[in-house]
Nanobody, 117 residues
């Protein structure tokens, strides 16, 4: 079973940037779709970006044109580049693995992103 470890979060000012990483292990990474979720306090976890095993990409409207998802199969890693950050982007960010449209129900620890002046 695939295990994931997120990293790269931190505290940034509005308009700043971060690059999040998700390292996977335990299976053949290139076979799987990868997604980034986020969850703010008091809110439901939401899917913000997806990159499939074939390289297709989709974003939530709230992050479109500001965030970029990518993957490096040689490093078993998926990235999320966050630009032009806003306070409403503050959340714990999680990655997850999927196949055939189904996401895993097992979650990592996530990485905290805080956007504040």
């Amino acid at each position: 079973q695939v295990q994931v470890v997120e990293s790269g979060g931190g505290l940034v000012q509005p308009g700043g940037s971060l690059r999040l990483s998700c390292k996977a292990s335990g299976s053949i990474f290139s076979f799987y779709d990868m997604g980034w979720y986020r969850q703010a306090p008091g809110k439901q976890r939401e899917l913000v970006a997806v990159i499939t095993s074939g390289g297709s990409i989709n974003y939530a409207d709230s992050v479109k044109d500001r965030f970029t998802i990518s993957r490096d199969n040689a490093k078993d890693t998926v990235y999320l580049q966050l630009n032009s950050l806003k306070p409403e982007d503050t959340a714990v960010y999680y990655c997850n693995v999927g196949v055939r449209g189904r996401w895993s129900d097992r979650w990592g620890q996530g990485t905290q992103v805080t956007v504040s002046s």
